[in-house]
């Protein structure tokens, strides 16, 4: 399977789905809010050695596997997003490994 954890076009960036592994350690944390804080850790990097900006994302998709989950993230959304306002998108579905509780995707734009 062909796989790339962004992609640049021009001004826009297409981050692929993002899981919360703390990738310094390859752990994830049991908590929904704590792996959503990993996912914006690596999404923010990703998007810095890519020459974007938090602040460049546009577009955003959030993915759980339990509603009930949607609460328990919310305050990280704010934490990472701050003022950013992005078309969003938030599905309830199932990931690919038991563990993972929340997926999170973004696109950014420049300029």
Do not use: H
Request: glycine share 10%; charged share 25%; hydrophobic share 45%.
């Amino acid at each position: 399977m062909g796989y790339s954890r962004a992609i640049v076009k021009g001004d826009w960036c297409f981050v692929s789905g993002v899981t919360g592994y703390d990738y310094a350690t390859m752990q994830m944390p049991e908590e929904v809010a704590e792996q959503a804080r990993n996912c914006f850790r690596t999404i923010e990097g990703v998007l810095k050695e890519a020459g974007f900006t938090m602040e460049d994302i546009v577009r955003v998709q959030y993915t759980v596997t339990d509603a009930s989950f949607v609460e328990r993230i919310t305050p990280v959304l704010g934490e990472a997003l701050g003022e950013i306002r992005p078309a969003a998108t938030m599905v309830v579905a199932g990931l690919i490994r038991p563990e993972m509780n929340v997926e999170i995707e973004v696109t950014a734009m420049r300029g």
